[in-house]
């Protein structure tokens, strides 16, 4: 899209261009009923003060002018979707929270959410669940959503069906989004991407299932930091599965998976160019030795 375009703006100057008079609403007709209006606020002003019509598009119902505009903001914003609003937030913020939640269902909101969500949550029957933020003490002002604190409450309610998140808060204060958003859709799982394929490496993972065991690890919360593991090709099902760990994990962090060398061996393949793992074997003072290793000339080899 290009990002140059201004729709409505487009729209409202080839409406002027029409010099057409409407007999709805707002009743200065463009500035025609009323001189002093329009010297007050302006021939440019009144002359594009118009209700919706056809050339408009409608805000309750976009499907022309009103959606191109909200597709740029969108691709702008870098998000899926944008919805213009009128008249304040505070009606964006309610019907966010009737869209989302009904009754006896919970959200997680921080301490310091404007009214507006609390009016809505009492409309809709919604169950509010709170996450302290801390007080600054020097401006005496509350500050974003601690990750910690959304990370135990959101694996303490489970059930939650939404997280609303002051960003940025009246005094300019940012919540950490995108790692607010990876803990949200995950339910508190964080996604690890290794150096090592399921569907390329070790192919029973998918077909059985089967959860090979890795070395210090546990059951999904079981222990505190919780990975769901992805290999790195475009395949949508490259997933390991979910193991927690008792320290967070890092790049670079190495993982043994236990039990996984036979099939690792006589089942793999090369898809989207993987490369093929290196076969080692360890002597008895625990000194590895590579055996056998595969590069361009054994994926060109597998090629029909």
């Known amino acids: ?51 919706s019509m056809k050339m408009l598009d409608n805000l309750g119902h976009p499907v022309s002018v009103i959606k191109e505009a909200e597709e740029l903001a969108a691709e702008a914003f870098g998000a899926h979707y944008a919805f213009f609003m009128v008249n304040g937030t505070i009606g964006a913020v309610q019907n966010m929270i009737f869209a989302t939640i009904k009754a006896g269902d919970k959200i997680i909101l921080p301490r310091n959410v404007h009214k507006s969500v609390i009016n809505a949550l009492v409309m809709c029957g919604g169950l509010p669940v709170y996450v302290t933020t801390p007080l600054q003490p020097e401006l005496e002002i509350s ?12 694996a303490e309610y489970s059930e939650v069906k939404a997280v609303l998140v002051n960003n940025p808060t009246y005094y300019g204060i940012c919540s950490d989004l995108r790692r607010i958003v990876d803990l949200t859709e995950n339910h508190g799982v964080h996604n690890a991407i290794l150096d090592t394929s399921a569907t390329c490496h070790m192919p029973d993972v998918l077909e059985m299932p089967y959860r090979p065991d890795i070395i210090g690890s546990g059951q999904p919360g079981e222990k ?81």
Do not use: W
């Open 143 to 154: 500050t974003g959503m601690p990750l910690e604190e959304l990370e135990k409450t959101l």
């Open 1 to 51: 899209m290009k990002q140059e375009r201004m729709p409505i703006v487009e729209a409202l100057k080839a409406l002027k261009e029409r010099r057409v008079v409407p007999f709805d609403v707002p009743g200065h007709k463009r500035g025609r009923s009323s001189r002093d209006l329009t010297a007050f606020l302006g021939e440019q002003a009144v002359s594009m003060d118009a209700n």
């Open 224 to 304: 505190a930091y919780t990975y769901r593991f992805g290999g790195p090709t475009c395949l949508a099902g490259d997933i390991i599965g979910d193991y927690s760990f008792d320290q967070p994990l890092e790049i670079g962090s190495r993982l043994i998976f236990c039990d996984m060398a036979i099939y690792s061996m006589v089942k793999t393949n090369t898809f989207n160019g993987m490369p093929l793992a290196t076969i080692m074997a360890a002597d008895g003072d625990n000194q590895l030795t590579a055996v056998k290793s595969f590069g361009y000339e054994e994926f060109k080899r597998r090629l029909s």
